[in-house]
């Protein structure tokens, strides 16, 4: 985190609907000539790099491939000067926690994929230099920021995650990772709760930093129960009222059966 603060220029990105203009919602890391990214992703960085993240439950197929390979066309040429970006300063990454094993396969058949690192994956005779990060696959010392991006991580994970952040001294880092914290512990809130009821190695900075997060899941989540609950009630007392007029048909139907009976009694004795 604190290696990659001044690289981030900011979010922009593409997305083309029908009857809609052009836009973009691409991570754009601008590295500035000189600067050392010390892990074996960041190495592979140029002077612009196009990152796309995709959800755990979105897809990465070979037209989700192509279409971020495109953005990158794009990026490259819409400038106001020609050539303004060179192609052999521009990568492309492509972020998920799954391994995309189809992808992968296709890509072999046309281009060279070869393995940089646990959960790296480079594409070589593209036209950018390109690479998939398998969050799953990284090693957690080194990628504990990316791979804690996950509604599945373990206690070891989440104590070694609230560590890093709170190795971190800058002011303005700090408050950018604890959005990443805040939305972690969000997403496995099962954990962070362990981790503050057991004690454990948290700090007491980070336990009022989360608590109200998990709070508030609590207050969301007893609502939701009681609504629930109200439900039940709601659909018990509809059944109890057709049990009721089940019981009145019944009743009726018995009835109407003895009136047939006293009927053909009479009929019988004419």
């Known amino acids: 985190m604190r290696e990659t603060k001044h690289f981030v220029q900011g979010c922009i990105a593409i997305w083309k609907g029908k009857n809609l203009p052009l836009r973009i919602d691409l991570l754009i890391i601008r ?28 897809s ?20 106001d000067t020609v050539d303004e970006i060179l192609d052999t300063d521009i990568t492309v990454s492509l972020i998920r926690e799954r391994k995309p094993v189809k992808l992968l396969r296709q890509l072999e058949k046309k281009y060279q994929v070869k393995q940089a690192g646990k959960g790296i994956y480079r594409i070589d005779g593209m036209l950018f230099p390109m690479q998939v ?41 700090r408050t950018k990772a604890a959005v990443v914290v805040n939305l972690v512990s969000d997403l496995n809130s099962g954990v962070f709760e362990q981790i503050v009821n057991g004690g454990g190695r948290m700090s007491e900075a980070l336990k009022r930093m989360i608590l109200p997060e998990l709070g508030e899941l609590k207050e969301l989540l007893a609502d939701k129960i009681a609504e629930l609950a109200d439900k ?4 018990a007392d509809k059944n109890a009222e057709l049990a009721d007029k089940d019981a009145k048909l019944a009743d009726k139907d018995a009835e109407l059966a003895a009136l047939k009976c006293i009927l053909a009694e009479k009929e019988g004795q004419r």
């Open 232 to 235: 039940d009630a709601e659909l």
């Open 133 to 173: 990060i398998v969050t799953r696959e990284l090693e957690t010392d080194r990628h504990i920021w990316l791979k804690s991006l996950s509604r599945n991580i373990d206690i070891v994970q989440a104590e070694e995650l609230l560590d890093s952040f709170d190795r971190l001294e800058a002011e303005e880092t």
């Open 31 to 58: 590295k500035k000539p000189g600067e050392v990214i010390k892990n074996e992703i960041g190495t592979f960085f140029l002077g612009h790099n196009i990152i796309e993240y995709k959800s755990p439950d979105d």
């Open 60 to 79: 990465m197929n070979i037209d989700t491939f192509y279409k971020v390979l495109s953005y990158a066309c794009l990026y490259k040429a819409d400038t």
